[in-house]
């Protein structure tokens, strides 16, 4: 019986408008409320400002949670779509439904350890065929 993708499978991000749309609002509404974060209206007209087609990666520190939503309340006000590179074992969660939502919010799966090639296949395409910012969180 099958159960689904193998844990070491790689699984492309697969965007939803609708699902990004709502990530981002429920980000800000968290970040507002719990956090008191504050990005400046100057830090996302640079983000606006960088050459398109030339492949930006991002690279925030992923201290902990806020990071990610972060990034999403970054997009919302770049209005750029940030693609996530994610850590294989967390698609795996909550019987693969997190993976489900995780491709639909951006993200792709990534083996821990360098050696998969389909995700860094998959990082030069974005980077090179998109207008889409890269996120890899670098922990």
Request: aromatic fraction near 8%; charged fraction near 20%; hydrophobic fraction near 40%.
């Amino acid at each position: 019986m099958n159960s689904g993708p193998s844990t070491n499978e790689f699984l492309p991000s697969k965007p939803s408008a609708l699902m990004i749309w709502l990530v981002q609002h429920l980000s800000l509404l968290d970040l507002l409320w719990r956090n008191k974060v504050h990005i400046s209206a100057e830090d996302v007209q640079k983000i606006r400002n960088l050459p398109t087609g030339d492949g930006i990666i991002l690279t925030p520190n992923h201290a902990d949670e806020l990071d990610p939503r972060v990034c999403f309340e970054v997009s919302r006000k770049a209005k750029q779509l940030f693609v996530f590179m994610c850590n294989r074992e967390a698609f795996g969660e909550l019987g693969g439904w997190a993976g489900w939502g995780l491709q639909r919010i951006g993200a792709f799966s990534v083996e821990r350890g360098g050696h998969d090639v389909k995700a860094k296949q998959f990082s030069i395409d974005v980077l090179k065929n998109s207008q889409d910012t890269l996120v890899i969180f670098p922990e």
